[in-house]
C-alpha cells in the first residue's frame, strides 16, 4: 500500500471535471458568503446534458448538494451525506447500496468526476467507499439516463465531483473524532503556477465498530481502516489546449470475527483497493466548436481469507479483480438557433478474474457506443432536449436508448418540465460467468454462460439429487430495458419560498433474477443450484416534493440576525411486480406456505387476493426528511439540525410465497435527527460539534440486511485549520 500511495502522489494525477464552474474567491467573508448562498439557489451542472447549464434550465429532475452542504452537515462519507435526502431510500445487504426512484442499487450509475465506479457486490457499489473530504459537489439526474451514460444509468445518474485547485499556495489539515474510537483526518494541498496547476487531497478513517448483539460471534460492524488520496494536475499548453489527469486511489482493510457451519470461530481479513486514473486532452478549435479525448482506467481488487481461531488453517478464502477501460471522444458544437450539439463515442474493454468466483480464471468483454444530444431553446420560455445512444457488445443485444425533455418557464421563478425515456442494464460479469459455492450454507450460483458445463460438473460427480422446473427454461440472458416518464414543477416567484414537485412511472421489463434450479445431495444447510434468468416486468411511481422556506430572505432582519433555511421533503412510492400481480389473479399464489414443487403441496389452500399484495420488498410507500439550517455571517457560525424519516417496509417473507403480503412481517419505520454546528476561530480554523442519531434510535430492523446494523448515538467534534 505505502508504494501505490507514493507512485500516486509522485504522479499528480488531477481529478479536474470538465466544464467545472470556478470557485467564488471574494475579499472578505461576508462577500463570500453572500456569494456562496446565491451560488446554492442556481449553481451550475454538467451530470443532466454533459455540458455547463444551469441547474433550472435542465429538463430532466435534478438536484445538487454543494461543498457548504457537504461541511454544514459535517458528512464523512457518501452514504452519511446522501441518507439526508428526500429521494433516496437504502438497501444494506451488501454494504451500503442507494435506491432511485424505488429501483435497487444495481439500477443506478456512480460516477467520480464524470467517469464510473467498478467492483459491485450483488449489484451494490458500496457507498462508504467514498470520502467526501474533496469533494466540490454532488450532482443527482433522477430519471433513465442511459442515453448519453449506457448501461447501469436506469434508475438516474450520482456523480460525485471533487475540487480543482483554485489558489496559487494552499495547506489545509482536519480531524475529527467521534465514538467507537472513529477517527477522521484529512490534509489538501493545491499550487497554481502559470500553465501548471495541481493538488493532492489524502483522507485516511478509521473506527474500531461496535456490536449490537453480544451473543453472536463478531462485532455488527467490524473494525476498520480506510485510506483515500485524490491528486489533480492540469497544464495549459496554450493555443486553447489543455491537458488534464486525474486520479484516486482508495484502500480499506477489515477486520472481523465470524463462524463457519460447524460453528467454529473465524478470524476473517478483508482488504479491497480500488483506482481510478484518467486523462483528458481538450481543446477549442473555434468559438462554438470544441473537443476532448478522455482515456479511463479503473481496476478494483477484492481479498477475503478466512482462517480457524484455533489451528490457523484457512478455512475460506474468495478473491477478484476487476478492471474497466474506456477510451471516449466527445464533441461540442453550436449551431445556430440557440442549438448546442453534443455528440461522441467510445470503446469499452473489460475483465473480471478471481479465486473460487470464476471456473475459467479470466472473462473478457468488449463494447462500442455512439451518443448524440441536441439542445434547443427556441425562445426564452423553453428548452427543448433530445439525445440517444447506442450501444453494441459482444456479450448481448445491441440496445437504443433514447431520451426527451421540455422545460417551459411561462414567467420568472414558474417552471414546467417533462421528460420520457429508456434505459437498460446489461448482465453483469456475475450474472454471466460466476461459478461459486458458499462453503458455509451449501448453495452455488453459476452464470448463465457457465451453465452447462457447471451443471453437467455436478451430474458427473454424483451431485444431483432432483431437477427443479425451471431447469427446463434456461435461456440467454437478455439486458434489462426500461420506458419511464418524469414530470413537475418547480418554483421559486418569491425570495422567501421555493417549492418542487415531480411525479414519476418506471417500467421494468427482462429484469435478471436468481432462480433455483437444481437440489443437491449434501453440501450444507441449503444444498440448492442458482442461476440467473430474465424473469418478468415491475413498475415503481410516486411523487417526490420539497419546499424551503428562507423567511428572513430580503430583510433587514437577516442582516442582523443571520440567515434561516428550513426544508422539508416527502417521498410517496409504489413499487410493484406485473409477474406476481398476473400470478395473484391467476390463483397460482397463495397465503401460507404451500410449494408446488413440494411433495406437500395443497391445491386447495386458500390463495392471496389482489388486495393481499403490497409490493416489492424494501419499499417504504411514505419517506421525508426536515432540514433547518442557521448561518451567522460576523459570528462565523452555522447551526443544522436534520430528520429523515422512513416509513414502514417490508421484511420478511414469512409465508414463503415470495411477494410482499398481509401475511408477512413488516418492518416499522424509523427516523433519525442529526445536528451540527461549526464555528470559525480566528478567520484560519473551524471548530465542528455534532450529535449523530440525537435521539438515540435503535429500529428492530435494517433494510435488506438480516441484523440490525445501526449504531446508537454517536458524539463527535472536529477541527480544520487553513495552515497557508
Given amino acids: ?208 465498530g461496535y456490536d449490537l448483539n453480544e451473543d453472536a460471534i463478531g462485532q455488527t460492524t467490524p473494525k476498520q481502516d480506510d485510506y483515500t488520496v485524490t491528486s489533480d494536475l492540469a497544464y495549459d499548453l496554450g493555443a486553447a489546449t489543455t491537458l488534464d489527469v486525474n486520479g484516486r486511489l482508495n484502500v480499506k482493510q477489515t477486520d472481523y470475527r465470524t463462524a463457519n457451519r460447524q460453528q467454529q470461530t473465524l478470524n476473517g481479513e478483508r482488504d479491497q483497493t480500488d483506482w481510478n486514473v484518467e486523462t483528458t486532452l481538450r481543446h477549442e478549435f473555434r468559438p462554438g466548436l470544441r473537443g476532448q479525448t478522455t482515456l479511463y482506467g479503473s481496476w478494483f481488487n477484492f481479498d477475503r481469507t478466512e482462517t480457524l481461531q484455533q489451528s490457523g488453517e484457512v478455512d475460506d478464502e474468495l478473491s477478484t479483480d476487476q478492471f474497466y477501460g474506456k477510451a471516449e471522444t466527445e464533441w461540442n458544437v453550436t449551431l445556430p438557433h440557440d442549438n448546442l450539439v453534443t455528440a461522441g ?187 440467473y434468468f430474465n424473469v418478468g416486468e415491475a413498475f415503481t411511481q410516486g411523487l417526490e416534493s420539497e419546499v424551503t422556506l428562507r423567511p428572513l430572505r430580503g430583510t433587514d432582519l437577516e442582516t442582523s440576525l443571520g440567515r434561516v433555511e428550513l426544508t422539508a421533503g416527502y417521498q410517496y412510492l409504489e413499487a410493484k411486480s406485473r409477474d406476481d400481480i398476473d400470478d395473484i389473479e391467476a390463483g397460482e399464489l397463495f397465503r401460507v406456505p404451500n410449494d408446488p414443487q413440494s411433495p406437500n403441496f395443497d391445491p386447495n389452500a386458500p390463495t392471496l387476493q389482489e388486495g393481499d399484495y403490497i409490493g416489492l420488498f424494501n419499499r417504504s410507500k411514505h419517506s421525508g426528511s426536515l432540514k433547518l439550517r442557521y448561518q451567522h455571517d460576523p459570528l462565523g457560525l452555522t447551526v443544522t439540525l436534520r430528520g429523515t424519516y422512513r416509513g414502514d417496509y417490508g421484511f420478511a417473507d414469512t409465508n414463503q410465497n415470495g411477494v410482499f403480503d398481509e401475511f408477512d412481517d413488516e418492518a416499522d419505520g424509523y427516523t433519525f435527527w442529526n445536528t451540527t454546528v461549526r464555528k470559525t476561530l480566528l478567520d484560519r480554523a473551524t471548530l465542528t460539534l455534532g450529535v449523530e442519531n440525537l435521539t438515540d434510535a435503535s429500529p428492530e430492523y435494517t433494510p435488506g440486511s438480516p441484523v440490525p446494523v445501526f449504531g446508537g448515538r454517536e458524539f463527535y467534534a472536529g477541527l480544520s485549520m487553513q495552515l497557508y
Fill in 345 to 531: 463515442g467510445g470503446l469499452i474493454t473489460e475483465s473480471i478474474s478471481g479465486v473460487n468466483l470464476l471456473r475459467n480464471g479470466t472473462e473478457r468483454r468488449k463494447s462500442g457506443f455512439v451518443f448524440v444530444q441536441d439542445e434547443f431553446s427556441p425562445t426564452d420560455w423553453l428548452q427543448l432536449t433530445a439525445s440517444a445512444r447506442f450501444d453494441a457488445n459482444e456479450d448481448y443485444e445491441s440496445e437504443l436508448s433514447p431520451k426527451g425533455g421540455v422545460l417551459v418557464e411561462p414567467v420568472d421563478g414558474l417552471r414546467l418540465r417533462a421528460s420520457v425515456g429508456t434505459g437498460f442494464k446489461a448482465p453483469t460479469f456475475r450474472e454471466l460467468y460466476y461459478d461459486f459455492t458458499n462453503n458455509s450454507a451449501g448453495y452455488t450460483v453459476i452464470g448463465a454462460d457457465q451453465l452447462n458445463s457447471g451443471v453437467d460438473r455436478l451430474r458427473e460427480n454424483g451431485r444431483i439429487a432432483r431437477e427443479l422446473d425451471r431447469f427446463a427454461d434456461i435461456e440467454d440472458l437478455e439486458p434489462e430495458n426500461s420506458l419511464s416518464f418524469n414530470g413537475g414543477v418547480e418554483t421559486d416567484l418569491l425570495p422567501q419560498l421555493s417549492t418542487s414537485v415531480n411525479l414519476f412511472h418506471n417500467d421494468v421489463e427482462n429484469l435478471i433474477d436468481s432462480q433455483l434450479i437444481l437440489q443437491k445431495t449434501g453440501g450444507g444447510p441449503f444444498p440448492f443450484v442458482f442461476t
Fill in 1 to 208: 500500500m505505502t508504494t501505490a500511495l507514493a507512485v500516486l502522489l509522485s504522479l499528480g494525477l488531477p481529478a479536474l471535471a470538465w466544464g467545472q464552474a470556478p470557485a467564488v474567491a471574494p475579499s472578505d467573508s461576508a462577500a463570500q458568503a453572500d456569494s456562496l448562498w446565491s451560488i446554492d439557489m442556481n449553481p451550475v451542472v454538467v451530470t443532466a446534458t454533459k455540458t455547463r447549464t444551469s441547474l433550472n434550465d435542465v429538463t430532466v429532475p435534478a438536484s445538487v448538494i454543494t461543498n457548504e452542504d457537504i461541511e454544514a452537515r459535517g458528512s464523512l462519507r457518501l452514504s452519511e451525506l446522501l441518507r439526508e435526502e428526500t429521494t433516496f431510500q437504502f438497501d444494506y445487504s451488501h454494504g451500503t447500496g442507494v435506491q432511485v426512484q424505488g429501483l435497487d442499487p444495481e439500477y443506478t450509475l456512480l460516477l467520480v468526476d464524470g467517469e464510473p465506479m467498478v467492483g459491485r457486490t450483488a449489484g451494490t457499489l458500496d457507498l462508504d467507499r467514498i470520502s467526501v473530504s474533496n469533494v466540490e459537489r454532488v450532482e443527482v439526474v433522477r430519471g433513465p439516463s442511459s442515453s448519453l451514460y449506457g448501461s447501469e444509468a436506469l434508475a438516474g445518474v450520482i456523480n460525485v465531483i471533487t475540487g480543482e485547485p483554485q489558489q496559487s499556495r494552499s495547506l489545509s489539515v482536519s480531524g475529527r473524532l467521534g465514538r467507537y474510537t472513529t477517527a477522521d483526518l484529512n490534509a489538501t494541498g493545491e499550487f497554481v503556477e502559470g500553465p501548471l496547476s495541481g493538488s493532492v487531497s489524502a483522507n485516511f478513517y478509521r473506527t474500531d
